[in-house]
Structures are given as structure tokens and as C-alpha cells.
């Protein structure tokens, strides 16, 4: 409803029906506008009450009511500015003045600053209120009393008490034109000028006449300048003149006139005049040509600022030179804490070159106070501009210090705050953003106040104090146009703080956001690739690197994603992009040309890496992927079966950066090598010192196993079941423990211990039990119970095997080994059971026909030996007599046949025979 009414008033608006436009503003306004949209319609309606409607009272309204709700500073100092042009077209002059002072002093550096105190001099020589009546008793006067110090007292009058230049300039002329008395002649003289030169100002809209006015009031501040010289009226005069003039005058011939100023008033408090527009001159100089006459300034300002030091340093001489200075020339220089001192140390400059020349020892006595103060404060500005950080917190201190009520101590708060967060000194810079807070700045200084204290706690790694902070900031200003910042600022400190999950989904929560600046959607992208990167989820990673460089085509982004195309091994397209990144400006080329190093290493291109790295180590010897990429190419022809090469290049980044972790994993690549030489011992050797030298390098576990394997093929089976069993403590992931365990158990089998070995089949069953090689891990577990004699657990064992695989083989095997360990326990009714579904499965081989003869065999011992019969005679039938299979059958058919003849036949015979011997 509120964007369907500011929508509708921007139509009236264009459509040129102002009534309407406000109508629908104020309708909006009343269905409840709130923060940025407030501020916004408000702006709009007294621009349409002041610019359309010629309703002021009511703009002026509309523009306070903007200033007080912004909050980002641009519309309140816009804001500002246009109610007091308002007040003083209106006749509220008090009040116009009183906002243009506002604006100065809120928004210093701002757009309208120096409009502002221009028209605040304009306004000052405007008449006083009932000017009419004191220039109509000035007629009467002037008419009764025509002497010449009539004329002198009644143009005076006029111009200082009614500040009425206009009335003022013909009684001064007649004075000075006819005055005879020097003194009195150079009074007249001067306050004559001062009414031409106000005029000039005030009728500047009419040029000629503006530049008339002007020129005589210059021709007589001259000439009363040169003819009074040492008097009050020609001092002054002197002043005005130099004020007059000095826009027009180049930076030397300024300062030349200063100095020739100070030759003839050597005493006075007109020294501090020419100090201050001296310090005035040299700091805006400084501000304007990027710190060219820095030192000069800054000397002035310690000059000022210390009497005793200042004494000295002007009684050195009396040119007047300019001198320049670089901002980076003594940067770090004045970080004491006196002035006198930093003047001292102050990068060998020779003070009686500098702004201080022309004053005379015998001249100072005591800064006026606001010399004073603008001189400290220049100070603290200088310095900063200078890099020296330590300098400009000291002159702020003292400024603060010194002058605990003045209005600039909001703006000064928040500059030392921001002194200190450079010098790192982060506690005493929240206290002095606190103490900016607490003096009421306006919102944008404010909102970054309170962001500041955040990144205090931020950078003193206090991640929990600064994600507090930074909530706070949420909750005292959600529709802040900073909040966005604040919410990636406030996910960088959970992601520093540990809580990477929760940092995660505030990347992503804030990458959903509409809105986004350009800038903070390009690092927002950033940081949720990093992360995914980090997650190892590549292919999600690709997707919002695509969309970064969508955004943002500059080196950096084209490089990240070629990194993870090299990590999805898509290495052509890796390189390409590697290719297109070496081409921009800003590029990290050393990263760049380690990312084409990989590239050609993952497509094979051992020649073109080995000149690509060749190349890189030419450059980017010092940089930190020298050695990774050593490691990398190694690692590559380890893995291709070079050696040689291997051997060469690990041994060249030992002895290139031995102190490098690469250079201690080279060490494990080079056993590698070893062993696939047959080299066992050496091996052992070589991973047994990089275990000792990197005992928690991610490689720990796999040299382990190597050590394990070495010494398996050298026959060293109790060390090799000594190294499997750290391989598996020290296992990264399930897998690498599942294999050292495996190996461990078979050594184990080897070595005939079956009780460890059992063990460790074991605990493979129960901690992954849904590994693919479960089903042959437990054939194991019930091969070593079998041995152990633990029939029973055996049973358990291979009686689980068909419930986990579909594999009619292994199901055979298990009917087949349950089968053997039910006949082992005797129990040969149900071995028969077991033996006789294996031939039902279709496996074939070995396992049906073994099982047939096993069957026949319990069948034999209980005795029912025509099923043994039929059983065997089927094998030899199927595979004749003479094959393995049928001697084995033929074997147990005599074998029946002698059971048979050595008794009755049959069960119930040898049952009687049983009890005849009883008997």
C-alpha cells in the first residue's frame, strides 16, 4: 500500500500536480512509512512544499522532521542545508545562522560546508534590524553637525553599531577625503574600505558594480597600509588588504606578504594573526596537495602549541620558505609524548626555513586560546596525514584534554578512536568510540561508532564479544543501511570464532537478501565458495564461483574458480582460466602460474610442468607455493612410477626450503620410492624420522602403514602387526582403519594367533558393519573362532553371512563353512540341513559338490549310510571316477561298504550290537 501511494505521487508529481503528489505522501506516511522509506517521502514533500507549492513553514518542517530520523547522515545534511536557506529566506536569520553553524560543524568535510559559512559571513553584514531609523537620525545629524569627525562618528556608527555599510560608505568617504589628522584620516580610511569591501560582497549578483566597490575598498586599505605604517589603522588596514587579496595570490607571494607584515608588527596580538592564517595557509596546503608542506605546517602548529619550544624555533630566522615534505617521510617520527620532542626528531627539517620565518623572539608571550586549540587540533590532523598514527593520538588526547566542552570533541572522539584501531591499541579505542556515542552524534557517525566497537573485539580475536556487538548493532538499527555489512561482519566472527556452520547459513541467509550492494554480494559469493571449498562440496562451490564471475571478472575471481575446477580435476578448463586470469591487472601471478603448474600436472604434461615450475621458482622463489608445488610435481611422479625425477625434485625442495612442512613431507615420498626400488630398510628409515619430525602431519597414519608393509614383505610379521595397529590409531577417516585393520587381522592369521586375530576381525564387524568387505570380514572372524575351537561363535558368524549378501556364492560358502562347524559340534542333523542347501544356489564349483561330500560324510557318522550312498554315487556319476571329486565319493563308498560288512547294516544293528557288549 505505502509503494502503491509513493508510486502514485511520483506520477502526480511528473504529471505536474503537486496538490495531489503530497496528498498521497501524506496518505502513505499515515499508513505507517517507516525508516529509509520515511525519511525519503519526507524529503520529497518539502521538496514539493518548498519548490511547487511555496508552502515554506511547512517545508522547513518536513526538512527538521528529516534531519532528526536519518540514518546514514546524506539526507540529514541535505536536509540541513535546505531548511536553513528556507529560515533565512524567511526572515529567521538567528535561526538560519544557528543551522548553517549546525552544518559545519556536523558534516565538516560535506558538500555544503563551505556554502554554509559563506553564508553565514554574507548574513553577518547584512544590516541590523531598524538600520532605516538610525540612517534617517544620521541624515539629521549630518545636516546640523556637517564638521569632518561628524562625519567620521556618524559613518562609524553605522557601520559597527547598524552594520549598515551602505549608509555608512558616503559619511566615511567625506572623512577620509577631507580629514587632515593622520589618525583620524587613517580611521576613516579604513572603516571606509571595510564599507566598499562589504558592499562588494553583498551586491555580488550586480558584477560590475561588485567589482567596483571592491576595487576602491583595496586601492584605500593600501594606501592607509602604506601611509600609517606602525599605526592601529594601518595594521589593520595592512590585515584586510592581505584577507582581501590573498585568493588571488600564488602560495610564495602569500607568505611573502605575511612576513613583510610581521617585519613591521613585531609586537601585538597581530602576530597571531598572521599565525593563524599562516597555519591556516599550510594545512589546507597540506589537505589539498596530498601532505606537500606537511612539516611546515606541522611546525607552525608546534610552535604554537609550545611557548618555549615555539620561542626557539622561530628565533632561527626569518625567510619565509616553503619547504615540502613527503607524507611517508618520517611516518613514524613524534610518537613521544611531547611536542618538543617531535620537533626535535622532526626528519632533520631546518625550522627557520619553515612557516615559522619572519616572527622575532621577543614576540610571544602566550597562545590566544583558540589559536590554541585549532593549532593542537591541526596537529593531530597533520600527523595523521603523515602515517604518524602514535603523534595524532597525542594531540587529540590533549585536545580532548585541554578542551573537554568543545562541540568537536563528538568528531574528535571517533578520529582518535580510529587512531588507535590503526596502532592496534583496540581497548582504548572503544573507549573513545563510547565516548564519541555518549555525546549524542548523529546516526551515521553513530552506526559506525557502535560497528567499530565490533571490530575492536573482532581484531583482539574476542570473536564471542564481537558477534555480542554486533547483534547489538542489529537490534538498535535493523533498517540501518549498514546492517547488511554488519550481518557478513557478524558471520566472519562466528566463522572465526569456530561456529563455521553458523557462519554458513549467515552467508547464505544474507546472500538470499535483495538488495545486496554490488561490492558486499561479491564478498558474500566469496566466502560461501570458501567455505564449500573447505567442505570439500566442489561442484556447489563451481556453481557459486560462475555466479561470482558473473558479477565480478577480475583476477581473483577467475583464479578461484580455475582452483576449483583443478579440485573437480577438470584441468583444461583450469588452465584456461589460469590463462585468462595471468592476463589481468591486480593479478597474483605467483598463485596464478602455481595454478598452471597443477594443471599441466593433473593432464600429464610432466614437460610443460616441469617448465612452467621451472619458470615460477625463477620469480616466485620466495612465495608460499614454492614449496607445495615441489611437493605436487614429486608427488606426481611417485604416483606416474619416475623415480629418478621424484628423487631429484623432493630432494631439491629439502635442500631448497628445509624448514618448510613440505620439505618434511617430501621425506614420506621419498620412502615411497624406496620401496617401489625394493630399498625396505631405507624406507623404514625415512618414515620413521618424518614421523618423529611431523607427528601430527595428516600422512602419520599412511606412513604407518607403509612401515607395516615394508616389514610384512621383509617377513617381520610381529612389527608389521605392530605398525598396522598405529596405522589404524591413527587413521583420518574409516576407510584407512578399516584397511590397516584388515591387514592386521591377516597378519595375525599368519602368525597363528587367532585370538587377536579374532579380535580384530571383530571389532571391524561391530564399528562398520555396513562396509562392502564386511561379508569376507566375517568368513574371517568365524575362520578364527573355527580355529580356536569356538565352534559355537563360528556358527553365529557364517549363519549372519546370508543375511548380508546377495551373492549366491558367499551364501554357499556360508551354508558351507555353517555346515562345518555344526559337524564339528557334532551336530550332524543339522550339518546335513546346511551342507545340502549349497548345491540348491546355483554357485557351482567347489562349494555344491564339497558340501555333498561333507553331507555324505554326517549322514555316514549317524549311520544312515544309504543316504551317504546315494550322495556319493551322484558325484561320481556327475564327475566320474577318476576326477578328485569321484576318488573322494569312491573313498567314502568302500569306507560305507566295510562299516557295513563289519556289522549288520544300518543304524539299528549297530544299536544291538552296542548293548550285546553292554551285556
Known amino acids: 500500500m505505502i509503494d502503491a501511494l509513493a508510486l502514485h505521487a511520483e506520477i502526480m508529481s511528473e504529471r505536474s500536480k503537486p496538490l495531489e503528489a503530497a496528498r498521497s505522501y501524506n496518505l502513505a ?82 558538500e555544503f560546508a563551505t556554502k554554509a559559512a559563506a553564508r553565514i559571513k554574507r548574513l553577518g553584514l547584512r544590516p541590523l534590524p531598524g538600520w532605516e531609523r538610525t540612517r534617517d537620525v544620521a541624515r539629521i545629524v549630518s545636516s546640523t553637525q556637517a564638521d569632518v569627525n561628524g562625519y567620521l562618528k556618524i559613518g562609524e556608527a553605522l557601520l559597527v553599531e547598524s552594520n549598515d555599510s551602505e549608509g555608512a560608505a558616503p559619511y566615511l568617504e567625506k572623512a577620509y577625503r577631507l580629514m587632515t589628522a593622520d589618525t583620524l584620516k587613517a580611521k576613516a580610511g579604513y572603516l571606509f574600505a571595510r564599507a566598499k569591501y562589504n558592499l562588494s560582497i553583498l551586491h555580488r549578483s550586480d558584477e560590475k558594480r561588485a567589482k567596483g566597490e571592491r576595487k576602491t575598498a583595496l586601492s584605500v586599505w593600501r594606501d592607509v597600509a602604506r601611509r ?38 613585531r609586537s601585538g596580538r597581530g602576530i597571531w594573526w598572521a599565525l593563524q592564517r599562516k597555519l591556516d595557509l599550510f594545512y589546507n596546503l597540506a589537505l589539498s596537495e596530498e601532505g606537500a608542506y606537511a612539516d611546515s605546517a606541522l611546525a607552525l602548529c608546534m610552535g604554537v602549541i609550545d611557548e618555549t619550544n615555539g620561542v626557539n624555533a622561530v ?43 619572519g616572527i622575532s623572539s621577543g614576540s610571544i608571550s602566550v597562545s590566544p586560546l583558540e589559536l590554541r586549540k585549532e593549532a593542537i587540533l591541526k596537529s593531530a590532523y597533520l600527523k595523521r596525514l603523515k602515517g604518524d598514527h602514535k603523534g595524532a593520538v597525542y594531540s587529540f588526547e590533549i585536545f580532548t584534554g585541554e578542551f573537554p566542552s568543545e562541540s568537536r570533541n563528538m568528531l574528535v ?93 549467515g552467508f547464505k541467509e544474507l546472500n538470499d537478501r535483495e538488495g545486496l550492494s ?17 567442505k570439500g562440496e566442489y561442484g556447489n562451490a563451481l556453481a557459486f564461483a560462475r555466479d561470482l564471475i558473473a558479477r565480478k571478472k577480475d583476477a581473483d575471481t577467475y583464479t578461484l574458480n580455475a582452483e576449483i575446477l583443478l579440485e573437480t580435476a577438470e584441468y583444461e578448463e583450469a588452465l584456461k582460466g589460469f ?161 590397516a585393520l584388515d591387514n592386521l587381522g591377516k597378519v595375525y592369521q599368519e602368525l597363528e594367533d587367532w585370538e587377536k586375530a579374532a579380535g580384530v576381525w571383530k571389532k571391524m564387524a561391530e564399528k562398520y558393519p555396513a562396509d562392502k568387505n564386511i561379508v569376507e570380514t566375517l568368513f574371517n572372524l568365524g575362520f578364527c573362532y573355527g580355529r580356536m575351537g569356538r565352534y559355537d561363535l563360528a ?22 563353512w555353517s555346515g562345518v562347524s555344526l559337524k564339528n559340534m557334532k551336530r550332524y542333523n543339522d550339518a546335513v540341513m546346511e551342507f545340502l542347501r549349497v548345491p540348491y544356489l546355483k554357485t557351482g564349483g567347489m562349494w555344491g559338490v564339497t558340501s555333498k561330500l561333507e553331507a555324505a560324510s554326517c549322514y555316514e557318522k549317524m549311520g544312515s549310510y544309504g543316504e551317504a550312498e546315494k550322495l556319493c554315487s551322484e558325484v561320481i556319476s556327475k564327475y566320474g571316477k577318476g576326477s578328485n571329486w569321484g576318488r573322494l565319493a569312491a573313498k567314502a563308498l568302500e569306507r560305507i561298504a566295510a562299516e557295513k560288512a563289519g556289522g549288520s547294516g544300518g543304524k539299528d544293528e549297530r544299536k544291538s550290537n552296542r548293548d550285546r557288549k553292554g551285556k
Open 29 to 110: 506516511l499515515l499508513c505507517g512509512a517507516s525508516g529509509e522509506k520515511k525519511v525519503s517521502i519526507l524529503e520529497r514533500l518539502a521538496a514539493l512544499s518548498s519548490d511547487e507549492l511555496g508552502d515554506t513553514l511547512s517545508a522547513i518542517r518536513y526538512f527538521d522532521e528529516v534531519y532528526r530520523l536519518d540514518s546514514n547522515g546524506a539526507h540529514a545534511e541535505r536536509a540541513l542545508w535546505r531548511s536553513s536557506l528556507l529560515r533565512e529566506r524567511s526572515g529567521f536569520v538567528d535561526q538560519a545562522v544557528r543551522g548553517y553553524e549546525s552544518l559545519i560543524t556536523l558534516f565538516p568535510d560535506g
Open 228 to 265: 600609517y605604517v606602525g599605526s592601529r589603522w594601518g595594521e589593520l588596514s595592512h590585515r584586510s588588504y592581505i584577507d582581501a587579496v590573498a585568493a588571488e595570490l600564488s602560495c610564495e607571494k602569500l607568505l611573502s606578504r605575511y612576513d613583510e607584515y610581521l617585519r613591521i608588527y
Open 315 to 357: 628565533s632561527r630566522g626569518s625567510k619565509g620558505r616553503m619547504r615540502r615534505s613527503s607524507v611517508r617521510s618520517g611516518a613514524r617520527e613524534g610518537s613521544k609524548s611531547s611536542t618538543g620532542d617531535y620537533r626535535l626528531r622532526f626528519a632533520g627539517v631546518d625550522l627557520s626555513g619553515c612557516a615559522l620565518g
Open 413 to 505: 572522539f571517533y578520529d582518535l578512536a580510529e587512531e588507535l584501531l590503526k596502532l592496534k591499541e583496540y581497548t582504548k579505542a572503544i573507549s573513545a568510540y563510547r565516548e564519541c556515542i555518549a555525546r549524542g552524534p548523529r546516526r551515521a557517525l553513530l552506526e559506525k561508532s557502535y560497528i567499530r566497537i565490533g571490530d575492536c573485539f573482532y581484531y583482539q580475536s574476542l570473536f564471542d564479544k564481537a558477534v555480542a556487538a554486533y547483534e547489538d548493532f542489529l537490534s538498535r538499527f535493523p533498517s540501518s543501511r549498514l546492517a547488511d555489512e554488519v550481518r557478513y561482519r557478524l558471520a566472519m566472527a562466528m566463522d572465526a570464532g569456530g561456529d563455521r556452520d553458523g557462519a554458513f547459513i
Open 518 to 534: 554490488p561490492e558486499l554480494k561479491v564478498r558474500v559469493l566469496k566466502r560461501i565458495t570458501e567455505h564449500l571449498i573447505a
Open 579 to 739: 590463462d585468462r586470469a595471468i592476463k589481468m591487472s591486480g593479478t597474483d601471478s605467483c598463485r596464478v602460474m602455481a595454478g598452471k603448474v597443477r594443471a599441466l600436472l593433473g593432464l600429464k604434461k610432466s614437460s610443460s610442468a616441469s617448465d612452467q615450475l621451472a619458470f615460477f621458482l625463477e620469480h616466485c622463489s620466495r612465495s608460499g607455493y614454492a614449496p607445495s608445488l615441489l611437493l605436487d610435481k614429486g608427488v606426481a611422479e611417485v604416483n606416474d612410477g619416475f623415480m629418478d625425477s621424484a628423487v631429484k625434485t623432493l630432494s631439491s625442495l629439502g635442500k631448497l626450503f628445509p624448514e618448510s612442512k613440505e620439505a618434511v613431507d617430501a621425506r614420506y615420498y621419498l620412502a615411497l620410492c624406496d620401496m617401489k626400488r625394493g630399498g625396505y630398510k631405507d624406507a623404514v628409515k625415512k618414515l620413521q624420522s618424518f614421523i618423529k619430525d611431523a607427528p601430527y602431519s595428516p600422512l602419520v597414519s599412511k606412513a604407518y602403514f607403509k612401515i607395516a608393509s615394508a616389514q610384512y614383505i621383509q617377513r617381520n610379521l610381529n612389527l608389521a602387526a605392530h605398525y598396522y595397529s598405529l596405522a589404524a590409531e591413527s587413521a583420518p577417516d574409516g576407510d584407512s582403519e578399516f584397511a
Open 795 to 816: 556358527y553365529e558368524v557364517y549363519n549372519r553371512i546370508p543375511d548380508v549378501t546377495s551373492s549366491e556364492e558367499q551364501q554357499g560358502r556360508a551354508h558351507y
